[in-house]
């Protein structure tokens, strides 16, 4: 049904268009009319275009506390960043045939870019002509050569690295070890995300661009470098940088908070009280099984507030957060608070399509694996796009064009972006290893892969191994499967994290459908104080399935390990030949309490620069005081 206060809004804009209209035809000054004429006629068609999309907007599902001003607001920059975005995609795409090609256009625009820099010079940028020169003349490199580099962009030096703006040192998330500064603008991630939003209004036909999403953000800190450079997450965000945020729910200031807790009850208060929420933006599959746990212990809370049209007086925020939400918030909505009540008194199975019956998609990132267990319980009937292949360092470094296809995710490389290259993984640990372009790769084939990118950033090596799975057209299509620095290899076994994980969940196949797994990773034993052998030594946190609070009886730490070394055992023949000659001890799991790993969090971002909406739980354990945090959490707890 039309929206009756756009199309009388519409009805108001047309007439005033009319009246307009005929002031610029007929006017008896004619000694005015070249004066006059023009701009009365430009004032006609720009109100009769406000009408044409006001009676537009009747049409649409559009969140009802959105007034006329901000509806037309939320139409002029929700449809500019998809006309911008789709021209992103369409170049994107016009690589494909041809990715070689982009790829060695791409170089020289980068060579001639920063072939004067300070850098470009030192490693005669200017020399290299191709792709193969490129290869030939500039090293493969790890972050040790760049780091005096962007100490000195931190220090507010021109022309260091590249002749590009740099705003902002991006922090890598240190997942696997001490994090790196990279050098960025403040927009870089928004364009990418405008790249995504095209793609999905593709793949989502019903999903309606006047409609809002949820973004779930907890805002990274930002400090300055001594030259006033931003050194903060990828993510983080500035008072100047929400604005424009109309198409997001909850409105800028929300997107400011920093504390994880007082962002989730925003989140939810502002998208709870639309039941026309269209998709949502939760960087990480585990952010969702968080959001959806918060929801299940706060939803009283947060059914008085929306009834009410208050904001919880607990909630530590900045004064000013708290007012500017307080005006977006507006009056209370008893109506709605009972819909929340009685969908949130029925449990958490398929709560978010329950809650919000118009959401077509959850855009994210899975790479704790938990796509499948989501979309069968909180998220039963949404589609869950893991929409890109992410990383600070370049990003996206691909595109999931296929979302509703089963298992891991595919994503295409994005060649007008980044360079690539490839190491196949036989030779990952030769000094200098041989090196691939992006038509000279194999399907079937597992490479480290190798970066170079605009800002100053040449042949990197950041960690991540990937298989191609298959070519779009003629530009690969990967698959993310570890980072070399999440290899278990106690005596040179080299036991990946795809083994890990298999072996873990097939072990917990002894109780299925009793118990659900919440978080799961490995340390190897020389990290575990105390030990004198050499294992793996797991920690599980485990969720009953079945509505009890006790795991089942005979769910313990002795019949775990020994389930999880069968499952390794069985997908990995060098680990099995090592355990046959005793260098290596059978595995060793550990059950842990609840909430153990929402503290080795805490420990990780109280030691690093990186965010909440940016930390990605290692799978590998690479630090004793982490290791020594987790034994202090499990069941069985060992100082």
């Given at each position: 049904?039309?929206?009756?206060?756009?199309?009388?809004?519409g009805l108001l804009f047309t007439s005033i268009a009319f009246g307009l209209g005929t002031c610029a035809i007929v006017t008896p000054f004619e000694g005015l009319m070249y004066v006059f004429i023009p701009s009365a006629g430009f004032a006609a068609l720009l109100t009769l275009f406000f009408g044409?999309?006001?009676?537009?907007?009747?049409?649409?599902?559009i969140a009802k506390h959105h007034s006329t001003f901000s509806a037309l607001r939320l139409f002029s920059i929700k449809y500019h960043r998809l006309y911008v975005g789709s021209r992103?995609?369409?170049?994107?795409?016009?690589?494909?045939?041809?990715?070689?090609?982009?790829?060695?256009?791409?170089?020289?625009?980068?060579?001639?870019?920063?072939k004067d820099t300070d850098y470009g010079r030192r490693f005669k940028l200017g020399e290299i002509a191709t792709l193969d020169d490129f290869r030939n003349k500039h090293p493969l490199c790890d972050y040790d050569q760049y780091e005096n580099f962007v100490k000195r962009v931190s220090k507010g030096e021109k022309n260091v690295m590249t002749t590009e703006k740099v705003t902002r040192l991006v922090t890598t998330s240190g997942t696997t070890g001490k994090s790196?500064?990279?050098?960025?603008?403040?927009?870089?991630?928004?364009?990418?995300?405008?790249?995504?939003?095209?793609?999905q209004q593709e793949l989502f036909p019903n999903f309606n661009p006047l409609q809002s999403m949820l973004k779930v953000h907890a805002n990274g800190a930002i400090r300055r470098g001594e030259g006033g450079v931003a050194i903060c997450p990828a993510t983080a965000l500035e008072p100047f940088m929400v604005k424009n945020f109309d198409m997001y729910t909850p409105p800028g200031a929300g997107q400011l908070i920093g504390s994880l807790q007082e962002a989730f009850y925003i989140d939810l208060l502002f998208a709870l009280r639309d039941k026309d929420l269209g998709s949502a933006l939760i960087l990480f599959t585990p952010t969702?099984?968080?959001l959806t746990q918060f929801l299940e212990e706060n939803w009283r809370d947060l059914v008085k507030d929306i009834a009410e049209?208050?904001?919880?007086?607990?909630?530590?925020?900045?004064?000013?957060?708290r007012d500017s939400l307080q005006k977006s918030l507006g009056s209370g909505d008893p109506q709605r608070a009972k819909e929340v009540e009685y969908e949130c008194e029925k449990g958490s199975d398929g709560i978010m399509k329950r809650l919000w019956p118009h959401m077509e998609f959850i855009s994210t990132i899975d790479i704790a694996g938990l796509r499948t267990s989501l979309a069968n319980s909180v998220?039963?009937?949404?589609?869950?796009?893991?929409?890109?292949?992410?990383?600070?360092?370049?990003?996206p470094l691909g595109i999931n064009f296929w979302p509703f296809e089963e298992g891991p995710a595919e994503y295409v490389l994005n060649p007008p972006l980044l360079i690539y290259e490839f190491i196949k993984e036989d030779d990952m640990d030769k000094p200098n290893p041989s090196t691939y372009f992006i038509d000279e790769v194999e399907a079937g084939q597992r490479y480290e892969l190798v970066l170079s990118q605009r800002y100053g950033i040449y042949r990197f090596r950041f960690g991540d191994v990937i298989e191609v799975s298959g070519f779009y057209q003629n530009c690969p299509k990967v698959r993310v499967l570890y980072r070399k620095a999440s290899l278990l290899n106690l005596v040179g076994e080299k036991v990946d994290q795809i083994v890990v994980k298999e072996a873990v969940m097939s072990a917990l196949t002894k109780w299925q459908g009793l118990v659900s797994l919440l978080n799961y990773c490995v340390a190897e034993s020389i990290m575990i104080p105390g030990s004198t052998s050499l294992y793996y030594n797991f920690f599980l946190e485990l969720k009953s399935a079945t509505g009890d609070k006790a795991l089942p009886e005979d769910l313990t730490d002795e019949v775990l390990s020994q389930e999880i070394e069968r499952g390794i055992c069985e997908r990995h023949s060098f680990y099995l030949n090592f355990r046959a000659t005793s260098q290596i001890t059978p595995a060793k799991a550990n059950i842990t309490?609840?909430?153990?790993?929402d503290e080795l969090r805490e420990y990780i971002l109280s030691q690093s620069d990186a965010s909440r909406a940016q930390f990605k739980m290692p799978l590998k354990l690479r630090n004793k005081e982490h290791a020594k945090v987790m034994m202090q959490h499990s069941i069985n707890k060992i100082d």
């Amino acid at each position: 049904m039309a929206n009756a206060k756009y199309v009388l809004a519409g009805l108001l804009f047309t007439s005033i268009a009319f009246g307009l209209g005929t002031c610029a035809i007929v006017t008896p000054f004619e000694g005015l009319m070249y004066v006059f004429i023009p701009s009365a006629g430009f004032a006609a068609l720009l109100t009769l275009f406000f009408g044409v999309v006001c009676f537009f907007i009747s049409t649409q599902r559009i969140a009802k506390h959105h007034s006329t001003f901000s509806a037309l607001r939320l139409f002029s920059i929700k449809y500019h960043r998809l006309y911008v975005g789709s021209r992103r995609l369409r170049e994107m795409r016009g690589t494909f045939k041809n990715p070689r090609d982009a790829q060695e256009r791409l170089l020289r625009d980068i060579i001639e870019q920063n072939k004067d820099t300070d850098y470009g010079r030192r490693f005669k940028l200017g020399e290299i002509a191709t792709l193969d020169d490129f290869r030939n003349k500039h090293p493969l490199c790890d972050y040790d050569q760049y780091e005096n580099f962007v100490k000195r962009v931190s220090k507010g030096e021109k022309n260091v690295m590249t002749t590009e703006k740099v705003t902002r040192l991006v922090t890598t998330s240190g997942t696997t070890g001490k994090s790196k500064l990279i050098p960025q603008d403040e927009y870089f991630v928004d364009k990418m995300f405008s790249t995504i939003e095209a793609l999905q209004q593709e793949l989502f036909p019903n999903f309606n661009p006047l409609q809002s999403m949820l973004k779930v953000h907890a805002n990274g800190a930002i400090r300055r470098g001594e030259g006033g450079v931003a050194i903060c997450p990828a993510t983080a965000l500035e008072p100047f940088m929400v604005k424009n945020f109309d198409m997001y729910t909850p409105p800028g200031a929300g997107q400011l908070i920093g504390s994880l807790q007082e962002a989730f009850y925003i989140d939810l208060l502002f998208a709870l009280r639309d039941k026309d929420l269209g998709s949502a933006l939760i960087l990480f599959t585990p952010t969702i099984v968080a959001l959806t746990q918060f929801l299940e212990e706060n939803w009283r809370d947060l059914v008085k507030d929306i009834a009410e049209g208050s904001i919880n007086a607990d909630l530590k925020l900045n004064p000013e957060i708290r007012d500017s939400l307080q005006k977006s918030l507006g009056s209370g909505d008893p109506q709605r608070a009972k819909e929340v009540e009685y969908e949130c008194e029925k449990g958490s199975d398929g709560i978010m399509k329950r809650l919000w019956p118009h959401m077509e998609f959850i855009s994210t990132i899975d790479i704790a694996g938990l796509r499948t267990s989501l979309a069968n319980s909180v998220a039963k009937g949404i589609t869950i796009h893991c929409s890109m292949y992410p990383s600070s360092e370049g990003c996206p470094l691909g595109i999931n064009f296929w979302p509703f296809e089963e298992g891991p995710a595919e994503y295409v490389l994005n060649p007008p972006l980044l360079i690539y290259e490839f190491i196949k993984e036989d030779d990952m640990d030769k000094p200098n290893p041989s090196t691939y372009f992006i038509d000279e790769v194999e399907a079937g084939q597992r490479y480290e892969l190798v970066l170079s990118q605009r800002y100053g950033i040449y042949r990197f090596r950041f960690g991540d191994v990937i298989e191609v799975s298959g070519f779009y057209q003629n530009c690969p299509k990967v698959r993310v499967l570890y980072r070399k620095a999440s290899l278990l290899n106690l005596v040179g076994e080299k036991v990946d994290q795809i083994v890990v994980k298999e072996a873990v969940m097939s072990a917990l196949t002894k109780w299925q459908g009793l118990v659900s797994l919440l978080n799961y990773c490995v340390a190897e034993s020389i990290m575990i104080p105390g030990s004198t052998s050499l294992y793996y030594n797991f920690f599980l946190e485990l969720k009953s399935a079945t509505g009890d609070k006790a795991l089942p009886e005979d769910l313990t730490d002795e019949v775990l390990s020994q389930e999880i070394e069968r499952g390794i055992c069985e997908r990995h023949s060098f680990y099995l030949n090592f355990r046959a000659t005793s260098q290596i001890t059978p595995a060793k799991a550990n059950i842990t309490l609840p909430g153990a790993f929402d503290e080795l969090r805490e420990y990780i971002l109280s030691q690093s620069d990186a965010s909440r909406a940016q930390f990605k739980m290692p799978l590998k354990l690479r630090n004793k005081e982490h290791a020594k945090v987790m034994m202090q959490h499990s069941i069985n707890k060992i100082d």
